[in-house]
């Protein structure tokens, strides 16, 4: 079996404490490497919440940002969801267009009604309305998401390197003292 030799140190209320000391000067490195660690947690806690209440305040200021039409075409573009569920015109008259055929009045005489009204209405008079853009939507939840996270993460790594620093033994329940 290990043996220790402590050494007796009185201490300045007079009391007499032992200590070995290699273990407490490993006990002290440990400490300042502690509180060391708990410092630069709580500057990446603090840069990382600086940085999500900046990009949530722009994301305020400038809704129509690059960034959500950039996650938008992210989403897009790996499941497609816009061209899914954008209109398409009937089959009939798409493949008469691709084919340059002319439509047939006697197979659809409704269309044939409704297109010499068409042709003749200016192209202006017509409201052009924007597809349903789901991947943008996608896009708002995703970021939103995203910055709850990272805040999340910031409150954690600001809690944890206060505690570092405050040499707390039980995080979350106040300094023990």
Not at 14 to 20: I, L, P
């Amino acid at each position: 079996m290990a043996r220790y030799e402590f050494t007796t140190q009185e201490q300045p209320d007079g009391t007499v404490a032992e200590s070995g000391d290699v273990l407490d000067l490993f006990a002290r490195a440990l400490d300042v490497i502690a509180r060391i660690v708990g410092l630069i947690l709580l500057g990446v806690g603090f840069w990382l919440a600086l940085s999500v209440i900046a990009e949530g305040w722009d994301l305020y200021r400038r809704p129509e940002g690059g960034r959500i039409e950039q996650v938008a075409r992210a989403i897009n573009r790996g499941s497609n969801i816009d061209e899914v569920l954008a209109p398409r015109p009937p089959v009939r008259q798409a493949a008469a267009q691709v084919a340059g055929a002319p439509r047939d009045a006697a197979a659809d005489p409704v269309a044939a009604e409704l297109e010499p009204a068409m042709d003749a209405a200016p192209a202006a008079a017509q409201p052009l309305t924007p597809p349903l853009r789901l991947s943008y939507f996608g896009a708002w939840f995703v970021v939103l998401a995203l910055l709850a996270i990272l805040g999340q993460l910031a409150m954690l790594a600001i809690r944890t390197g206060g505690a570092l620093v405050a040499r707390e033994r039980r995080p979350g329940r106040g300094v023990v003292g």
